[in-house]
């Protein structure tokens, strides 16, 4: 304890110089905090997104349904099964039927996949309130992707063209009624939602739907024959994959930037050790032994991860709470090509990483406080007390 | 007096050792840090560069229009004269034409009858002319699964998970059935000489990749392409380059009226790539400024030690005669010394580390489930021009920053009390 | 009161009687159009953004399922051949020495540029037996009088439900068709022209295919030669003779 109370009155006695060291190995803490955070929220904001406007609580797909077979629609529908259709009842789940189609704009074919869902659901953020507004023509949502494709806007109106179950061919005005903006493209690029009622009476297809999805924290999930439950593991795997790879890219930043203040920190000690030759060896000759004052010392350096903590949290936290609050722009290129990315990350600092980057920069400030205190095991204290350089 | 200071330092390791190293290794961090956040960041702008989008790109205006649905009927004609007008107006920059397009891949039984189909995105890509680079930039020998490379015509390349869906082995042959530039069918047979990984599923799922002759023949497009992609000697997205190479260009264009007349993009016009540019820029300007910062604060400390352990040395100078100011200036000059060489020194060793991590990469792939084109898991750092003077701003500034500060001590002695100081030595 | 009424009703009925019923208008075109076999030569003309090409064709039909294809020109093209048996499609081209069936996505495509999709290929059954036709007034088209067909489908999954027909009175040869969504949005329209007596029967020798949702000039096909009820070789409509 003695050993504690001395380091922390040399250190402030040190002023500035400790301040200056505490700073930069703050400054490589909340940097290394806050990449991991922009990275985990990242993977948080795009679960919760797919969640929030795809997934919900998982899906439920046809047994022939491929989302990345269009062949597959053909076949890929049944009818809604018994239990499933009760969850729908009790707003517990919401189907969707997915038909291929074409639709027209300013004369061009473009072959899309036309979706139908029930208005009036509540699973999904997507505000399919807006279909249910009534109007001569069908009502239509897209996403923002889609309608900057197509260069179509609120109530315009649009030909679109499919084929019915038993192959007649239909087309009709469909007027633009809402435009959702979201940050998953899975659900807007190439895609025209309609009611489901709708859809079902344009293809005569009956009551059958293509996917389910289920509500938010749907606890138990029936099996179902015909049917595959789809849970988070596999809607989940490829924004995993790609968190996981984000990261790598960032290790290499915060070992560099904390060797930079960990030589701060070791130039210090080296400074430290050999301006208090004196009081090294006036510590000797009051009687400590000379490993006692090699702890003083190293405590003495390692306090300085200890405070760089505390002036993180200080200086560190109002700055991480605002971008938390505020959001940090990320930019999208190829890779997030159909992958859920928000536009402004809102970082989420896990508790896991402060712990463990504080841990690491504890004990590699230990490391390195340690090594040239070492230097003093082997000093003559006579020649200290002196302060004879050695 | 210099070649005195000098030979002070050489002689006295204590002097100069210690400032040196820790100068030298600050400014090694230093160039490193800056190397790294460039090749890192550079790296993923660059994959789409290569992949898609070129530093710049030129396309007819309609096909501008419609870009997401890769239109080939909106393609460039007179790709020859394009190409030689841009070759000889922008020398420096590497052109080469592209084709995307999409189709039907059919895989035969052994009666020759569809077995199995499915939809695909083509990238056609001069691959047999070396002198091109094509096959380097899309790092096809590193997405290769299996297989080897096209060597000839009639050899195509295919996504990994697409040939596995529609059940295509090694050296199949398999049928592309499509849209000519001008509507007409196309249908033609290829081998598959192997399959690739780009690592984006939505690539993956349905990916063809062929020789540029192939495709012209297939897609009845002589002489023409729907992308010239025009890639900078540096290998390295310049915007203010791409920039004025396309106002240049547009400019010389800009009384074609034609639908079909060319244009020129940048890369920052594609794939929302503009904001992934204006953040590297963002972060590599804080990144080196915090570094600038930290490294300062370092070398401070480093000048500290320096004025320091030489208390004695002063004090006996100073009880000499010698002038204060004369003093404090010498040991400037000293610290000015090695601060220069301490980051010439850093600034060589990071240059050669970084060198080394441009040409070998770091492979950190075994800490990713699947390295792939995109997300290589080699990471590489990028030595750019910044990079060779960098390490110098806060090598010289800090040291001489510190040790002006540390020295500042020298002015506060007093001569009476330094005999009394120097009993004790 | 009632007699007023009936008078009304037979006043009104007059006309009705003093035209043919759709019915017959519809045996009268098929006995004029569907020959039992058809064999002619066919310039296709498509334009579209870079001009118009033209495609030449040789085409083997009979009755409303069989029909064989082979083009001739441009070289491109040349030794291309199709086959249609009943609801399959079939193409073969020379230079891959493949017969792909097309299915799927790939139906939605045009043929070769045209506004005809493989899927409209796919479409042609005789009038008579898949619609019921009314007649709901008259025109002149091309300065020739014309009853106005309203065909509706008999049975469910025809690719058209409700077709409008331009039928010349005298001729009993459609000058214009109409094809409508289920709906009844506008989808195609056909326009015959130069119809020409040939073995005793009127037949257009140039008819103009248009895709009314695209933007454009529509397709046009001019016959050049035409020979009727000819006996094909079985073996034609197989495919082994795609080969």
């Known amino acids: 304890m003695l050993a504690f109370k001395l380091a922390f009155k ?274 000797v000759a009051l009687g400590m032994t000379r490993w006692q004052v090699v702890w003083l010392f190293t405590v003495e350096g390692a306090m300085h991860s200890i405070l760089s903590v505390i002036a993180a949290a200080v200086w560190g936290t109002p700055i991480l709470y605002m971008v938390a609050k505020k959001g940090f722009g990320m930019p999208k290129g190829i890779e997030g090509y159909g992958l859920t990315i928000a536009e402004k990350i809102f970082p989420a600092y896990a508790a896991g990483t402060i712990i463990t980057m504080t841990l690491i920069i504890l004990i590699t400030t230990t490391i390195v406080s340690f090594i040239p205190s070492r230097k003093i095991a082997g000093m003559k204290p006579t020649e200290a007390l002196r302060g004879k350089i050695q | 007096m210099i070649k005195f200071l000098i030979k002070g330092l050489l002689r006295d390791s204590h002097r100069s050792r210690l400032p040196l190293i820790v100068v030298a290794l600050g400014v090694m961090l230093t160039v490193l840090l800056t190397t790294w956040i460039n090749g890192v960041l550079g790296d993923s702008i660059n994959m789409n560069a290569k992949l898609s989008t070129g530093h710049v790109k030129v396309i007819t205006k309609a096909y501008r229009e419609s870009m997401d649905q890769i239109p080939v009927d909106l393609s460039l004609t007179g790709t020859q004269e394009i190409l030689s007008e841009l070759r000889r107006d922008y020398p420096s920059v590497s052109w080469v034409e592209r084709i995307e397009f999409g189709g039907l891949l059919d895989l035969p039984d052994s009666a020759g009858e569809t077995k199995s189909q499915g939809p695909f995105a083509g990238l056609a890509v001069n691959f047999f002319d070396s002198r091109s680079g094509e096959a380097e930039r899309l790092n096809l020998n590193k997405i290769l699964i299996e297989g080897q490379l096209p060597r000839g015509p009639g050899e195509i390349l295919v996504s990994h998970t697409f040939a596995k869906k529609l059940g295509i082995s090694l050296l199949d042959k398999v049928t592309f059935i499509g849209s000519t530039m001008f509507g007409g069918m196309t249908i033609s047979n290829y081998t598959v000489s192997g399959t690739i990984s780009y690592g984006i599923s939505a690539l993956d799922r349905g990916s063809v990749i062929m020789d540029i002759s192939d495709a012209r023949k297939a897609l009845d497009m002589e002489d023409a392409c729907n992308e010239i992609l025009g890639f900078n000697d540096i290998d390295y997205y310049d915007d203010a380059k791409a920039t004025e190479l396309m106002t240049s260009f547009n400019n010389n264009h800009q009384a074609d009226n034609n639908e079909f007349a060319p244009v020129m993009i940048r890369l920052r016009d594609q794939n929302d790539l503009g904001g992934m540019i204006d953040l590297m820029d963002g972060v590599v300007g804080i990144i080196s400024f915090v570094f600038i910062l930290v490294l300062s604060v370092v070398l401070w400390n480093a000048g500290l030690v320096g004025g320091l352990r030489r208390y004695g040395e002063v004090g006996l100078r100073l009880a000499m005669g010698e002038e204060k100011g004369h003093v404090y200036r010498s040991m400037i000059a000293e610290s000015l010394f090695i601060g220069i060489s301490g980051s010439i020194i850093g600034s060589a060793a990071g240059l050669a580390l970084s060198y080394l991590l441009q040409q070998k990469g770091l492979d950190l792939s075994g800490a990713m489930q699947n390295a792939t084109m995109l997300m290589p898991g080699v990471f590489r750092t990028r030595i750019t021009t910044e990079a060779y003077y960098i390490g110098f701003i806060p090598g010289i500034l800090a040291t001489l920053i510190g040790t002006m500060l540390s020295g500042i001590g020298i002015y506060r002695r007093q001569t009476a009390r330094l005999f009394k100081e120097l009993q004790l030595q | 009161m009632r007699t007023f009424l009936t008078l009304i009703t037979i006043f009104l009925m007059v006309p009705l009687f003093s035209q043919p019923s759709g019915k017959e208008i519809l045996n009268l075109i098929d006995k004029n159009l569907s020959a039992k076999t058809q064999i002619m030569t066919v310039k296709m003309v498509i334009s579209g953004a870079r001009g118009s090409r033209t495609i030449e064709f040789k085409s083997w039909a009979e009755g409303e399922e069989k029909a064989f294809t082979e083009y001739t020109n441009p070289a491109r093209e040349k030794g291309t051949k199709m086959l249609k048996l009943e609801d399959k499609l079939w193409i073969f081209s020379p230079s891959t020495d493949r017969i792909i069936q097309i299915t799927g996505q790939m139906l939605r495509q045009s043929v070769m540029g045209s506004d005809l999709s493989y899927e409209d290929m796919m479409e042609d059954p005789g009038l008579s037996s898949h619609y019921n036709a009314s007649v709901t007034g008259s025109d002149t088209l091309q300065n020739r009088k014309c009853w106005i067909l309203q065909l509706n489908a008999v049975n469910k999954g025809e690719a058209y439900e409700v077709r409008k027909l331009w039928v010349d009175q005298e001729r009993s040869i459609p000058l214009k068709e109409e094809l409508f969504g289920k709906s009844g949005k506008l989808l195609k329209r056909t326009q015959l022209y130069n119809i020409t007596r040939i073995q005793g029967r009127w037949y257009p020798m140039k008819v103009v295919y248009k895709d009314m949702l695209k933007t454009g000039d529509g397709t046009q096909f001019i016959i050049e030669s035409i020979k009727l009820d000819e006996i094909i070789p079985a073996t034609i409509f197989s495919k082994a003779s795609l080969k």
Request: proline share 4%; aromatic share 8%; net charge negative.
């Open chain 1, 10 to 283: 040399n250190l402030m006695g040190a002023g500035l110089r400790t301040w200056l060291n505490v700073f930069v190995l703050s400054l490589a803490l909340f940097m290394i905090v806050f990449q991991s955070g922009v990275i985990e929220g990242w993977n948080r904001q795009a679960k919760r997104d797919m969640i929030n406007w795809e997934v919900g609580g998982g899906e439920y797909w046809h047994e022939l349904y491929d989302p990345y077979d269009p062949l597959s629609l053909n076949d890929g529908h049944g009818n809604l099964p018994a239990e499933i259709g009760q969850l729908c009842r009790d707003g517990q789940a919401v189907p969707v039927l997915v038909t291929q189609a074409s639709v027209y704009p300013e004369g061009r074919m473009r072959n899309i996949l036309m979706k139908g869902i029930d208005p009036s659901q509540n699973i999904i953020q997507m505000p399919t309130a807006d279909l249910k507004v009534d109007s001569a023509v069908i009502n239509a949502l897209i996403g923002t992707r889609m309608a900057k494709a197509t260069r179509l806007g609120m109530g315009d109106l649009v030909t679109i063209r499919w084929r019915d179950a038993n192959g007649t061919f239909d087309a009709a005005e469909i007027r633009i009624a809402g435009i959702f903006h979201t940050n998953v493209p899975e659900i807007d690029n190439n895609q025209v939602w309609v009611s489901l009622d709708n859809l079902q009476k344009m293809t005569g297809i009956g009551d059958q739907v293509t996917y389910i999805i289920l509500k938010q924290g749907l606890i138990s999930v029936p099996t179902v024959p015909g049917w595959i439950h789809k849970g988070y593991d596999s809607l989940f795997m490829e924004i995993d994959t790609i968190i996981k790879a984000k990261g790598v890219g960032g290790i290499v930043v915060y070992i560099i930037l904390l060797s930079l203040a960990l030589l701060a920190v070791f130039d210090t000690q080296v400074l430290t050790i050999f301006r208090r030759q004196k009081e090294i060896g006036t510590y």
